[in-house]
């Protein structure tokens, strides 16, 4: 059987530096905790119509902001954090790794991100900090697939923030928002109610092993946070997306026909 390619830190030429942050908050009914989802709008480019963690590219900004109010954190890794918040307020209108921010103010904020205001700008005119140790590092992925543009994503954690705002998406990139289990996303996958790619998938399915943040955030401290870039193998008779075994996920390989890409 074909070994996991070596070189993991090597990224694709041509890899695009993003952040995700999974969201998680406790369910109503004390079942196992809610994270919230997007729904990528059918005309994007990468994951068209499907359903996401929040999140996105990492811009030139964020590399300042995170020099500014994580100086003790690796400039990549501080970037995409920052990218996490970030992209997180444009897209769902929530704040997180902001305490300072109330939520009469959201609207504003969020407004003038969207209008292409700086938020190294935005925090310098309120002198407010951000939190960029609140999020907890769990996973970083680059899949190298020819159908879809290659992506090096950082995955982060975050308890949801208290809050009585109604969320609504950016429409220019996401149709839906929602709050569910991973289980329960998981299984509406199944039925064919949404459309996971890949490393969602993976991810629900290491979420779903979990009751709540805190239990997630002492998993993730048992594994090291490596670059994940999905092989190919074949075994009896077809061949299967495969991840590494080490790093936390309980599935590590599904039928290559069956995966979702991109």
């Known amino acids: 059987m074909p070994l996991p ?6 990224l694709p030429e041509g890899a695009i530096p993003a952040a995700t942050l999974v969201i998680m908050r406790p369910a109503p009914d004390n079942g196992p905790d809610e994270i919230l989802m997007v729904k990528r709008s059918t005309n994007m480019a990468f994951a068209a119509g499907a359903v996401v963690f929040p999140g996105g590219r990492v811009d030139p900004d ?14 990549a890794d501080g970037a995409a954090r920052v990218a996490a918040l970030r992209e997180t307020l444009e897209e769902t209108g929530l704040a997180v790794g902001w305490p300072a921010l ?14 292409g205001t700086l938020l190294s700008d935005i925090l310098a005119a309120r002198g ?30 975050v308890a949801a923030p ?9 429409e220019a990139e996401h149709s839906h928002i929602f709050w569910a289990s991973a289980h329960r996303t998981l299984m509406m996958a199944d039925r064919g109610e949404v459309s996971v790619i890949f490393p969602t ?10 009751a709540d943040f805190d239990e997630f955030s002492a998993h993730s401290r048992q594994f090291p946070v490596e670059l994940v870039t999905p092989w190919i193998e074949w075994c009896e008779g077809q061949s299967f997306l495969c991840i590494p075994d080490h790093l936390g996920y309980p599935v590590t390989r599904e039928s290559f026909d069956r995966v979702r890409r991109g």
């Open 102 to 115: 109330q939520e009469r103010e959201l609207a504003d904020v969020r407004r003038a991100l969207l209008a």
């Open 62 to 75: 964020d590399y300042l902001v995170a020099r500014q109010h994580g100086p003790d954190v690796h400039e």
């Open 162 to 170: 208290p809050h009585g705002h109604e969320l609504t998406v950016e």
């Open 5 to 10: 390619p070596s070189g993991s830190e090597v």
């Open 201 to 210: 998938r993976r991810n629900l399915e290491r979420l779903a092993r979990v």
């Open 128 to 157: 407010d900090r951000i939190a960029l140790d609140s999020f907890v590092p769990f996973a970083r992925w680059c899949p190298n697939f020819k159908e879809a543009r290659t992506f090096d994503t950082r995955f982060y954690a």
